[in-house]
């Protein structure tokens, strides 16, 4: 019979934790950077793949907006709106 979780590999442990170690060093350096710097942004560095990232970005949402709209009606019923409330306020 196995066991339960299953046997994990010591490496793939060892190989997880060290880029968890990586990765928040990676984060530490940039919210320190920031701190420094005070979280100004110069766009004098960016170039067209910055923009090309942020305009597909924009299609992408643009996209998500349409394609609600062609959904099949339905009725507001009081229901539907009180978990729509309960969503929006988060209570």
């Given at each position: 019979?196995?066991?339960f979780p299953p046997?994990?590999?010591?490496w793939l442990a060892a190989l997880l934790g060290a880029w968890l170690v990586l990765?928040?060093?990676v984060y530490f350096c940039l919210v320190r950077l920031v701190?420094?710097?005070?979280?100004?942004?110069?766009?004098?560095?960016f170039g067209p793949?910055?923009?090309?990232?942020?305009?597909a970005f924009v299609l992408w949402f643009l996209m998500i907006v349409?394609?609600?709209?062609g959904g099949p009606e339905h009725d507001v019923?009081?229901?539907?709106s009180s978990m729509g409330r309960r969503f929006?306020?988060?209570?």
């Open positions: 019979m196995e066991s046997a994990f590999p010591v990765g928040a060093g701190a420094k710097q005070g979280g100004k942004v110069s766009t004098r560095e793949q910055d923009n090309y990232v942020a305009g349409a394609n609600g709209f019923t009081k229901r539907r929006s306020w988060g209570s």
